[in-house]
Every structure is written in C-alpha cells, then in structure tokens.
C-alpha cells in the first residue's frame, strides 16, 4: 500500500556529512510520523532521529547537534542531514512511515552510510 524508499548513503571521511533522503509513495492519506533508523552489523535495529507531524523531532542521544532530521510535506519525504560523522556511524538506514490509521509503519529498503577515518 505504502512505498518507501532511502537514497543518498554513501562513503565518507569521519567527519564529513552526508544527507540521506525518503520518499513516501501510495495510497497515502496522511503521514503522522517519518523516522530514521540504522542497523549496524552484529547490533540491532536502533532509532536515529523521528520526525512527527507538526514539527516534533526528537533524535538519539549520540546524534543530537550532529543529525538533523527535516521534511517536506508537499512531497512526503524526509531528509537526515548528517554532519560530523564518526566511524560508528556507520550503519545501514532505514526508513518509517507511520500513517495516522494504523500503528503498523512501512519500511524502506535502507541505504547504507559508511564512515572512515
């Protein structure tokens, strides 16, 4: 019903930036949530930065003034604009959109976000 899909992962030097990008698509009637979340190898799935309808947003604490999340209602997408990346970073990351029906959240395929040093 819902579509997501992430884009704009990609290799950088620890302490460069990186924004990746979500869009939405589908039968779509309103979206209360978009959030990001990563998965890094061996650790679980953990939640990075969300993005509630009217503008709340709340972020992990080892991302807060680094990761900043935003969106753009017109296009039903959200952005994670992420500077000064560190090495544990990396990680792939995923994408959910939470409706305002339903509790269930649609998921993206992730892109992945590798940080060096």
């Known amino acids: 019903q819902v579509q997501v899909m992430e884009s704009g992962g990609g290799l950088v030097q620890a302490g460069g930036s990186l924004r990746l990008s979500c869009a939405a698509s589908g039968s779509i009637f309103s979206i209360h949530a978009m959030d990001w979340y ?11 930065a969300s993005h509630i309808k009217g503008d709340i947003t709340n972020y992990a604490d080892s991302v807060k003034g680094r ?51």
Not at 38 to 48: C, S
Not at 86 to 99: F, W
């Open 38 to 48: 990563r998965q890094a190898p061996g650790k679980q799935r953990e939640l990075v």
């Open 67 to 117: 990761f900043t999340i935003s969106r753009d209602y017109d296009k039903n997408m959200v952005h994670l604009q992420m500077n000064s990346l560190k090495t544990e970073n990396t990680a792939v990351y995923y994408c959910n959109v939470r409706l305002i029906t339903g509790l269930g959240g649609y998921w993206g395929q992730g892109t992945q976000v590798a940080s060096s040093s």
